[in-house]
């Protein structure tokens, strides 16, 4: 039970900060796309769509690395205790 | 102004993250005693150790300064990058795990402490490694703040002035490594060393696509900017003295065995994962390297003809020119970034010496923890409003200063490798108290000389940084033949310890 407790508050904590991230992001992207005339502009905005979920993937993986290598060292630390 | 309040969402929001990383209840800040404060007494899991180091290498002239560096020199900034970078790794694998393994066996805090207790805890070498590291960190703090501080101002249009910038980085560094010194450090800079790698990417990506794409982009180049192919560049600028002297020497030694690097080769769980930060960390660094120069050519063929501090800063006006108001948020968080993760390590490691070395030893020894804890705290305090002070000289050329500061490290890097070497022929060599202090006095003043007073810099074609190199170990040697050297006790234990490390099979149990 606390297992699930713990995924679910992670997950939850994933989807408020991705909505918090993102949608202002998208909102202001969408809004700069629309009136750009060039061509190669254009390309390059929708590139940073893109851009921006690997922004975001690649911090959310760097910190759950760094907090489940973390985690595991706590524990092998508390178990020689 | 609309988009200036655009690109300030994104380091707002990247500025609140980082402050509940830095004191969020996984940096245990609450338990904290000196030496917990200032290293990872129990050892800290890989990828801390590893971004944590990564992102504070870089300093704030990753992001724009780089790019700027490309803009006006040319593709030679691999060249200088690749000898930085794999010079620094290469000396981190040979000595990151003996100094993780003595440190670990002795308790050390600071590089003084090792080396003192090399020389039978002698004073006078822990005060001069002292100074000299003091220094150098002093001095690399801020020109990290400069650079972000200038992007902040020039993407926001002056909406958040330059002096609020700095205000604001300092205050927000600070905050974090009063409460939790290296814990808060290293936590920051796992989001920072992301950022500012993933984002120098997606930045690549699409300054590549404003000019069309990789291959016209490099064909344009052939056109109209071949020298920017080639050494040394259209300014012939990327001599040997820039790729071999200055890149290897100063900022490779001198990156690979900086004051801040001890703290987290310190922090390492075992001299196994302090090798492994050896062999990874050049090519995070490297990997940053390879899309700044599309950066800096998409920006020479938009907006040519920039000289000078307007040339540092193109991709900042590429961006205001062209990009959306967020895109340039995110650019300027991946500044603050570089910047940030470099100043949190090298405010705590200042902090970290000066309380260590001189502070607990000869201005109030034998305290309690918590009084050295709470004056490591001040000490901090100090150092962000040293920081603030020094950035009002608006220094134009952070790239120099970084520079400069990086060849403090060759004042005692010679005798770190000598100390810790295993060959018969380093050990072989005598080297003295003496010797190595009068080495780095002569080192120090010929720094001097060469940058402050002497009308050419890098006499004979060579960076001043390889003359001090040379100078400190010339007269280090001669002084050392006639004075007194360390006891054989001394000696054998730094030996004894050096080949412990080789035979053992097992890792180092982790000390609590």
Known sequence: ?81 | MSKAIGALIIPLIYMVVVLVLGHGKWTKSLRLNIDDFYKVSAGAAFPLVFLGLAGGYHSSFAIPGSMGFVYSHGIGWIANGLWTLFVAGGVMMWLAPRINYLARKNNYLTPGDLVAEYFDNSDGVRIATAIATISFSVGYMFTNVIGPAILISTLTNNLVTYDVACFVIILVVASYVWRAGIRGTMWTTVLQACWMFVVVYVAAAYCTTLVGGIKPMMAAMKEHYIEYLTIPGPKGFLTNVTWFSWAAIAIGLGGALKPVTWSFFYSARKPKEAMKIGYTIPFYLAGIYIPVVFIGFAALLIVPGLTGVSADNSFPKLLYDYAPAWFGGLIIAGAMGAGMSTLDAETNISSCIFISDIYKRYIAPGKDERHYLIAGRWSIVVLAIITYIFTHYRFSIVAIIATLVNAIVALYAPTVILILSKGKLLKSIKITAAGYICGMITGGALLIYLNFISKVSNPLGWHYSAWVLATNVIVMLLVSQFTKGPSVESKQKFEKSIDELYIKSEPEEVSL
């Open chain 1, 1 to 81: 039970m606390r297992l699930l407790e713990n995924r679910l508050y992670r997950v939850i904590s994933l989807i408020v900060l991705l909505t918090v991230l993102l949608i202002p992001s998208i909102v202001w992207a969408s809004e700069k796309i629309e009136p750009l005339v060039e061509p190669q502009i254009e390309q390059a905005n929708i590139i940073l769509i893109y851009g921006l979920f690997l922004i975001i993937a690649v911090i959310f993986g760097g910190l759950l690395w760094a907090y489940k290598a973390n985690r595991d060292v706590m524990k092998s630390l508390e178990q020689k205790k």
